[in-house]
Nanobody, 120 residues
Framework: QVQLVESGGGLVQAGGSLRLSCAASGRIFSINDMCWYRQAPGKQRELVATVSSAAATNYADSVKGRFTISRDNAKNTVWLQMNSLVPEDTAVYYC??????????????WGQGTQVTVSS
């Protein structure tokens, strides 16, 4: 069984910063892409950022230049550094990872979500 545990959400004023963390644990052989999604009230879940195992990154247009995704393969951990936050960034943020298990089975796993609230 593989688990993703997120931390780092909270309440911040507009213009502020937060750093989200997500650690994967369990019987892991390797991890492919690691991603951050978010879902605001009444809206669909959207992809925020992706980092490959080779550290190639992609971002949603709405966060380019403000958010930075990074990972540590040895620690099976991914971070999302969020700067210059705006109220529109308010959402539940979810970590997701494509994991190859110790039995060489591939699955996508999700964290439980962490709330980010940006006040104006």
């Amino acid at each position: 069984q593989v688990q993703l545990v997120e931390s780092g959400g909270g309440l911040v004023q507009a213009g502020g910063s937060l750093r989200l963390s997500c650690a994967a644990s369990g019987r892991i052989f390797s991890i492919n892409d690691m991603c951050w999604y978010r879902q605001a009230p009444g809206k669909q879940r959207e992809l925020v950022a992706t980092v490959s195992s080779a550290a190639a990154t992609n971002y949603a247009d709405s966060v380019k230049g403000r958010f930075t995704i990074s990972r540590d393969n040895a620690k099976n951990t991914v971070w999302l550094q969020m700067n210059s936050l705006v109220p529109e960034d308010t959402a539940v943020y979810y970590c997701s990872a494509g994991v190859v298990s110790a039995t060489r089975v591939f699955n996508w796993y999700w964290g439980q979500g962490t709330q980010v609230t940006v006040s104006s």
